[in-house]
């Protein structure tokens, strides 16, 4: 039985790989040497990895549609073998407290970020052997009650459920789920926030400022390698959920 991860290259896939937090992860295991398919739904995706490098590849491909999933984990098998690391990462917030969220946004959250995943992991596994390792990224209000994200809070808060429950069914086949969770981050998802809320968000910060992309993709990098770690739930958000 192999207890480690398999010798180098590792191949990862790194869904919402085309920005943020998908594509500074993609970026930071490509530098390590790793190849790494980047999955998202827009068309730049192919571009994104032809700058990312040589060992990148962008595959155009919806979360909420199993069976593009399925398709994509194919023709990676086939080109790579096997798939070693996988990074649920493609998110969507809709915000909205509980009487305003309009339906429609409730059920695109929750399918983009809790059955996504759910898809995700389902066309990866057969391809996924022992040492394999799955890292979801939650977030602190799937933890942490905050005003108008009961579809995101409640999106997260399930993928933490999944990785638990996915962290004792597949430790028997040696690979490993965990849950890195960011607190507040630049990226597009987040660059809406007026001057204001943002000014108002970094006085709950304890470090007083948001995280980068790198400073994520560095953990997830760490997660995903560590071998004796399953189930964990790894917060990177500056203090946040310690003083909320
Ligand atoms: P982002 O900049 O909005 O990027 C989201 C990525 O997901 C894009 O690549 C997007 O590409 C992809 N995506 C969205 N819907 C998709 C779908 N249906 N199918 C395939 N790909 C899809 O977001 P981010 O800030 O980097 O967030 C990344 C993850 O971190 C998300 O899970 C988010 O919930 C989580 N998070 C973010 C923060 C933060 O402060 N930024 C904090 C906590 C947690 P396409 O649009 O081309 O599909």
């Not at 915000?95 to 959250?109: F, K, S, T």
Request: proline share 4%; hydrophobic share 45%.
């Amino acid at each position: 039985m192999r207890k480690s991860l398999p010798p180098k290259p590792r191949s990862w896939v790194v869904t919402g790989g085309s920005r943020g937090f998908g594509r500074a992860i993609a970026e930071h295991a490509a530098a390590k040497g790793d190849r790494v398919a980047i999955l998202a739904r827009n068309g730049n995706v192919e571009a994104v990895a032809r700058e990312i490098g040589d060992t990148v590849v962008g595959i155009r491909a919806d979360i909420t549609r199993p069976d593009e999933l399925r398709a994509a984990a194919e023709r990676l098998a086939a080109d790579w073998g096997h798939i070693d690391v996988l990074v649920n990462n493609a998110g969507l917030h809709r915000g909205g407290l509980v009487d305003q969220i309009a339906e429609e946004d409730w059920q695109a959250v929750l399918s983009t970020n809790l059955s996504g995943p759910f898809g995700m992991i389902r066309a990866v596994l057969p391809h996924m052997g022992a040492g394999g390792s799955i890292v979801n990224v939650g977030a602190v209000v799937g933890f942490r009650g905050f005003p108008g994200d009961s579809a995101y809070g409640a999106s997260k808060a399930g993928l933490a459920g999944l990785t638990q429950v996915l962290a004792v069914e597949l430790a028997r086949r040696q690979i490993r789920v965990n849950l890195v969770v960011p607190g507040f981050v630049s990226t597009e998802m987040t660059a809406g926030i007026d001057e204001k809320a943002r000014k108002k968000l970094h006085q709950r910060i304890p470090m007083r400022r948001e995280g980068r992309p790198e400073e994520i993709a560095e953990v997830v990098w760490w997660v995903a390698g560590s071998t004796y770690m399953t189930g964990s739930v790894i917060t990177t958000d500056g203090g946040l959920s310690c003083a909320l």
